[in-house]
């Protein structure tokens, strides 16, 4: 399993959107993903996280800060934003300092 999984998964009648995020277990990232989320301009309805000693699984229950649904291209902008910025912090990509902040490269999704 490669360092970052996202996966996305709708329920049938429902507005909300299920992101899971797989990840390599790190105590200093915790809450990282939420607030990539909120940076992202999305509207987290729940959210649950399962933790073992290597890995840990966050799920969330999104939709779009209008209480719409997700597209696929948001899917897409979102799933490529929370996976560079978690491989970041677990140093698989090399970014410059002043890039680890929340929201940085994501300015094109407003």
């Known amino acids: 399993m490669s360092d970052v999984q ?4 709708e329920r049938p009648g429902e507005v909300a ?3 899971e995020v797989h990840r390599r277990n790190d105590p200093n990232a915790i809450q990282h993903t939420d607030r990539l989320l ?8 729940s959210s649950e996280t399962f ?12 939709c779009e800060l209008d209480g719409g649904p997700l597209s696929s291209r948001r899917k897409r902008e979102l799933s490529t934003s929370l996976s560079g910025h978690l491989r970041a ?8 300092p002043s890039e ?6 994501d300015e094109r999704l407003q």
């Open 6 to 9: 996202i996966r996305f998964s």
């Open 17 to 19: 959107t299920v992101i």
């Open 38 to 45: 909120f940076a992202l301009r999305v509207q987290i309805l």
């Open 51 to 62: 933790v073992d000693p290597l890995r840990r699984m966050e799920r969330f229950r999104v």
């Open 89 to 96: 912090l677990h140093g698989a990509t090399a970014l410059r």
């Open 100 to 105: 680890h902040r929340i929201g940085l490269r």
